[in-house]
């Protein structure tokens, strides 16, 4: 078993999200500015380990005023906390190019052991005769365990903003 250093192409990978919204439908949005380090056999994750950091700044929902005010002090208090990191403390084989990746994410100066589902997409080399591996994860979150509490009160009942964050990540890393 060989670990090998891996480092996010960010022009080939995603950072995407949904919430619920008045109860009745989902807003998505992205992170548009990552970093990760990946350092891995990829034939077997489980020796590995995952360094995930995220620019809260780069939050982009389509829509300016709802992107400022999660940035502001209500939400993600980027001022403060202008990053959101994960870092990788387990990696468990589910099936065949499938995990469970056991780790601490930081959102708000809060952590958090989170386990996000991990599969190996697979491996190649690009034109260039660069090696890439590609990984997709998916994954939820409570945002209030995390500070991010604001919420408005429906007339009809229920919130604004829902609690779960979903997450589809997708990685293609370059060999360093």
Not at 40 to 59: E, M, P, R, Y
Not at 112 to 120: A, G, R, W
């Amino acid at each position: 078993m060989t670990k090998t250093k891996w480092i996010v192409d960010q022009t080939h990978s995603s950072v995407d999200f949904s919430i619920k919204h008045l109860m009745i439908s989902k807003v998505k949005g992205s992170f548009n500015e990552f970093t990760a380090s990946i350092e891995a056999d990829v034939n077997d994750l489980t020796s590995g380990s995952i360094q995930f950091t995220v620019d809260a700044n780069s939050i982009d929902t389509r829509n300016t005023d709802r992107d400022n005010h999660l940035r502001s002090a209500d939400f993600f208090d980027v001022e403060n906390h202008p990053t959101m990191t994960f870092v990788s403390k387990q990696i468990e084989k589910k099936a065949e190019n499938e995990y469970i990746v056991t780790g601490d994410l930081t959102i708000r100066g809060v952590t958090n052991t989170e386990k996000f589902e991990v599969t190996y997409e697979g491996h190649g080399v690009d034109p260039w005769g660069n090696e890439k591996v590609g990984f997709s994860s998916v994954g939820s979150i409570n945002r209030s365990e995390y500070g991010l509490t604001w919420n408005a009160a429906l007339e009809a009942g229920g919130v604004l903003v829902g609690d779960q964050i979903k997450f589809d990540i997708q990685v293609q890393a370059v060999k360093a």
